[in-house]
């Protein structure tokens, strides 16, 4: 599996950020809701596991924070743009 500049992934990805100390990015979403929040988690799982790629989340209420790596490249990969760019889709209107 092949390494992905940090760099190139965030100049495709202009909502996500880096992740300090780590060779990851992040993202943070506020929903309306606790139910807005648990139904895009549900959405960005289901596409996940068809993808075989899983994030690092957090959810408290309505707010979801989104960490991607992929841990066997020890960096990101292509799958993790992929992931992002759905995720990204997922989030609809928060996006």
Do not use: K
Not at 7 to 20: F, G, I
Not at 32 to 49: D, H, I, K, S, Y
Not at 63 to 79: F, K, N, Q, Y
Request: proline share 3%.
């Amino acid at each position: 599996m092949q390494r992905l500049d940090r760099t190139e992934a965030l100049r495709r990805l202009p909502l996500w950020t880096p992740v300090e100390g780590r060779e990851a990015i992040s993202r943070s979403f506020i929903f309306r809701t606790f139910n807005e929040a648990f139904g895009f988690m549900t959405r960005v799982a289901l596409a996940a596991e068809r993808m075989d790629h899983h994030p690092e989340w957090f959810n408290v209420y309505n707010r979801v924070e989104i960490v991607l790596t992929t841990h066997d490249a020890s960096g990101l990969t292509e799958r993790d743009v992929s992931l992002a760019n759905l995720i990204d889709e997922a989030a609809g209107d928060r996006a």
